[in-house]
């Protein structure tokens, strides 16, 4: 499994950012895709998931109405939509694919499988 996460980039606060997370090497019809965000010297956060099946969505308290996640089944991307972003929004993103229940769905641990990461920069 290869997850490739883009879209980062240096924004004002209040402006709007699209992340990508490519997935391939199997099908992810039984896969949950999360969001999990890591500023500078704490540690990495959930921030959004979609199951794969179905499409339901979980969001953090932090973004819920701002962030929205969605998925492509056609071309096997998840988006993360932010609205209205805010300096403490600044961070890198990473996409991460795997099968949690759903109390290990906020929780790095219910993913085997990483992208990269993307930075998010949030100015003032």
């Known amino acids: 499994v290869q997850l490739q996460a883009s879209g980062g980039g240096l924004v004002q606060a209040g402006d709007s950012l699209r992340l990508s997370c490519a997935a391939s090497g199997r099908t992810f019809s039984t896969y949950t895709i999360a969001w999990f965000r890591q500023a500078p010297g704490l540690e990495r956060e959930f921030v959004a998931a979609?199951?794969?099946?179905?499409?339901?969505?979980y969001y953090a308290d932090a973004v819920s109405g701002r962030f929205t996640i969605s998925r492509d089944n056609i071309q096997n991307t998840v988006y993360l939509q932010m609205n209205s972003l805010k300096l403490e929004d600044t961070a890198v993103y990473y996409c991460g694919a795997g099968t949690p229940i759903l109390a290990r769905l906020r929780v790095l641990q219910g993913y085997d499988y990483w992208g990269q990461g993307t930075l998010v920069t949030v100015s003032s």
């Open positions: 979609v199951r794969w099946s179905g499409g339901r969505t």
